[in-house]
């Protein structure tokens, strides 16, 4: 009974989101498929990253010098891993707005095509395309804020790795 419950309310989810995204038009799936995007390169930073130590602890060898080496050398191939990654969330936060602003001018122009052929005295007509207009503009910030936020924050991290790498492998 719990399964079809969650199963229903699962249902409900999909139903709720898919109704968003129509109602934001066509400029609404590239918002879905950039915020999926962008949720999918933070995920794999994040599990990766624990991914890595448990791979560091299995290359030993018997020189010290060569296992300080291929530690600096794992460590220096996943970092540039999650710049590059990085780089990833920050062009799709920056994407992000531009598309919403992109459904905005979508939203207008059925607007006032809709005006055109049924008249501007019916507010039906006209809030149609002011509400598409104003979902894709809040979806496009909405997303573009949150990858703005996240890369900030990874940012961060990884500037605080490089200072401990700068740290570490002097000593290298």
């Not at 968003?20 to 995007?37: H, K, T």
């Not at 291929?70 to 936060?93: I, P, S, W």
């Not at 005006?115 to 507010?123: I, R």
């Not at 910030?141 to 949150?146: D, E, I, K, M, S």
């Amino acid at each position: 009974m719990a399964q079809s419950s969650s199963m229903q309310s699962l249902e409900q989810f999909v139903h709720a989101v898919l109704g968003f995204i129509e109602l934001g038009g066509i400029v609404m799936w590239p918002l879905f498929i950039c915020c999926l995007w962008m949720l999918w390169l933070v995920s794999r930073a994040l599990f990766k990253e624990a991914n890595l130590s448990a791979c560091l602890q299995t290359v030993t060898t018997e020189h010290d010098w060569l296992n300080q080496r291929l530690h600096l050398l794992a460590l220096r191939q996943a970092e540039a891993q999650q710049y590059a990654d990085l780089q990833g969330v920050k062009l799709l936060a920056m994407v992000a707005p531009l598309l919403g602003l992109l459904g905005t001018v979508s939203g207008m122009i059925a607007m006032f095509d809709a005006g055109a052929n049924y008249g501007f005295h019916d507010p039906a007509v006209i809030s149609a395309g002011i509400s598409m207009a104003m979902v894709t503009t809040q979806t496009g910030l909405f997303v573009g804020l949150t990858g703005a936020i996240l890369a900030f924050f990874w940012q961060r991290k990884l500037n605080r790795v490089d200072t401990n790498l700068l740290v570490g492998g002097a000593n290298a």
